[in-house]
């Protein structure tokens, strides 16, 4: 059957526990929230969650044909986002792209156009809703393979459209709704919705459900107009998660579908705001990628203060002083190095090159380079720390959010030696010593011309 065959999720590295937020304002919604790093975005977050889908299967990135990436936060007002996914991801050039976008519904969007492709679909979920954290934003991504013949089959799937105005939207230009005040009718509007579209489907009943869960109490209350009475606990994660827009849900669901045994029945309910209801019905279970034994990383706490300025993203400040210009065409050359660390081994004496460009630096073969790609993970081989007032002017407004950032030498072995300087991220840099392993992540690097230049960083193994 067609359905899901591999999963991962990403929650940002930074946790803002609740007695954080309660110091700062006497009351939380979740017990805990994930929070980007300044260098995060719906786009960085997506590509990590696809990333760790990847890692360790047998999965050709070749074979994908469609890629389909959904959020309500796209880190750019127009244009998309899922070429430049497949792009970090190393897809092929003719893969087909779809966004799904404007509402907590885009995840069901994302995951029914998948499911009604042909070939290999991979589904991007990912979301940060600017907002304050005394109302519960979270962040997040899940990822899903959709597959012929999959392990976790889609045997139904239905939608509940009608009109409710007024529930659960954003203004243009808003940061976010209020997650907090949900009010009755609301409540009944969701419950209604997502009970419309359950009571389509051709199904007996269900073993565990993941709802539409602006708050953790939703689930319950949603679950209670269902026929059956389905489990409800794995499959909500805003108490972890924080809400995290359109991608909780399919964070929770991944999670569901990780704790269902084979034989288990799983709902997914989404609402989408302004009035629609999905619900998709899916047979067995999928090991995701991204959860220990099926759990959430700890992560990091921080203070409140600190994820007030970590949250949001770094926008085109003027640079002063001019700073290192690379015009679009020169990075758009460089955008392999900068993804998949792809280096050249020269054809005449096998030295591994990095960058690949101009002549060999060891025989000076001007034959052209054969690529290879790094390993993502290397080794520290030198380090400093560039403090406030130390780094150049690009880097500034991503400093003053991320406070002092490390900047190393990596070093790489794949059959001879290569290395390169990159950012450190996600860490206190004084702590990363020489000889540290450390793993490659895409983050934002920095905003120039209106532009996001977005290339690999590393972070602690
Ligand atoms: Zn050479």
Known sequence: MRGIDAAGVYLPHYRLERDEIEGAWGRSPHASL?????????????????????????????????????????????????P???????????????EHTQSTLAGAEALAHALDADGSALVVVADCPAGDPSDGWGAGAAAFLVTDDAAVGVSDRTWHADEYPGVRFRERGATAVDSLDITTDERAVVRESIANAVAGLDAD??????????????????????????ETEVGTVVNHVGDAGAATLPIGLARALAHARSDDST?????????????????????????????????????????????????????????????????????????????????????????PEGACADCGSREAFEPVDLPRTGTVEAKTVVGQGGAPPEFAPLQRRGGPYGVAIVGFEADGHAALPAQLTDCDPESVAVGDEVRAVIRRIYVQEGVVRYGAKFVPR
């Open 84 to 98: 430049r996914l497949g792009r970090a991801l190393d897809l092929k050039r003719g893969v087909e792209t779809a």
């Open 205 to 230: 009943g269900f073993d565990i459900a993941a709802l539409h869960q602006p708050d953790g109490r939703m689930p319950g209350r949603v679950v209670r107009g269902l026929p059956g009475a389905p």
């Open 34 to 82: 994930a929070v980007p790093a300044a260098d995060e975005d719906a786009l960085t977050m997506g590509v990590a969650a696809a990333e760790s889908l990847f890692e360790g299967r047998d999965i050709e990135r070749d074979s994908v044909d469609l890629v389909c990436f959904a959020s309500t936060t796209p880190p750019v007002e127009e244009g998309m986002c899922a």
């Open 267 to 355: 709902l997914a309910g989404f609402f989408g705001g302004g009035g629609a209801g999905a619900a998709f019905a899916f047979e067995g279970s999928v090991p995701v990628s991204g959860l220990d034994d099926g759990d959430f990383p700890t992560g990091e706490s921080i203070s409140y203060a600190s994820a007030l300025r970590k949250r949001g993203v770094v926008t085109d400040e003027a640079v002063a002083g001019g700073g290192a210009q690379v015009s679009l065409p020169s990075w758009r050359r460089s955008l392999d190095q900068r993804y998949r660390l792809r280096a050249g081994r020269c054809p005449d004496c096998s030295t591994l090159v990095f960058p």
